[in-house]
């Protein structure tokens, strides 16, 4: 399947940063982290199957190795055959992914707030089925708890509100198309034969992927470091984007 991949800057030559966005949010989500690489970087933005821009393809059943397949050969129509790859939540799943099957294409993985498995099949049972009654809308306050960290949207910082509007015009057939990928997502075990240089960021406030998971994580791949974002919980690269900078940055030094 094709993925929807736009470059952020024109800076061509220099190492390729791909980023990837989290269920429910738009292919903007990683710009004000990314938009502090692009002096050094060329940076480009992909998007979640209809997140932000139309679907390429009318298929409603995927996995996350379709996305990961799909992503190395979008860029491969760009000229793009190696990259480091950030990925967020369901996006940090892909990049695992990547990781797994496609090894040859990275540089380097940040992986943040992700797991080996989300939830249950009852769980995202229950998501769809409210999604499909109320819409992503119905969602926006259960999400807003797990997104953000206690007291961030009281501040006077318009990302987080503007991320959750994003939610809220999400289309619901494309939420709840990567909501049934993430059904049958699970690498569970498969980390150690991760060789990629990999960076896992995590949201000391995190309900989901908490740092102890994170961490956990990060001692499965030997090649791995592990970061805890303070004061944020699942979207740290919206509530810290220049802490979650200085990371990749430093990570980015050593690939």
Not at 81 to 98: H, Q, R, V
């Amino acid at each position: 399947m094709r993925i929807c991949v736009h470059p952020l800057n024109d800076n061509p030559g220099s190492p390729v940063i791909v980023f990837g966005n989290a269920l429910g949010t738009r292919a903007s989500l990683w710009a004000a982290v990314a938009a502090r690489l692009a002096d050094d970087y060329q940076i480009y933005l992909s998007d979640l199957p209809g997140h932000t821009h139309p679907r390429t393809d009318e298929a409603d059943d995927f996995t996350l190795s379709d996305l990961a397949a799909g992503l190395v050969s979008s860029l491969a129509e760009l000229g793009v055959e190696k990259f480091t790859y950030c990925g967020a939540s369901i996006s940090g799943g892909i990049g695992l992914t990547l990781a797994l099957d496609h090894p040859d294409s990275l540089t380097g993985l940040v992986a943040c707030s992700t797991a080996t498995k989300f939830g249950t099949a009852d769980t995202w049972a229950e998501r769809i089925k409210d999604v499909e009654e109320d819409g992503t809308r119905g969602q926006l306050d259960d999400t807003a708890d797990r997104w953000f960290a206690a007291g961030f949207l009281t501040e006077d910082i318009a990302s987080g509100p503007a991320v959750l509007t994003d939610l809220a015009m999400i289309d619901d057939a494309a939420y709840i198309a990567c909501a049934r990928a993430l059904t049958q997502y699970d690498v569970t075990g498969r980390l150690e034969a991760i060789s990629t240089p990999t960076l896992f960021i995590a949201g000391a406030q995190d309900p989901g992927c908490t740092p102890e998971a994170m961490t956990e994580l990060s001692a499965q791949v030997t090649d791995s470091t592990i970061a805890v974002v303070p004061d944020a919980a699942h979207l740290p690269m919206v509530e810290h984007p220049d802490l979650v900078f200085d990371h990749i940055e430093q990570f980015l030094s050593k690939v």
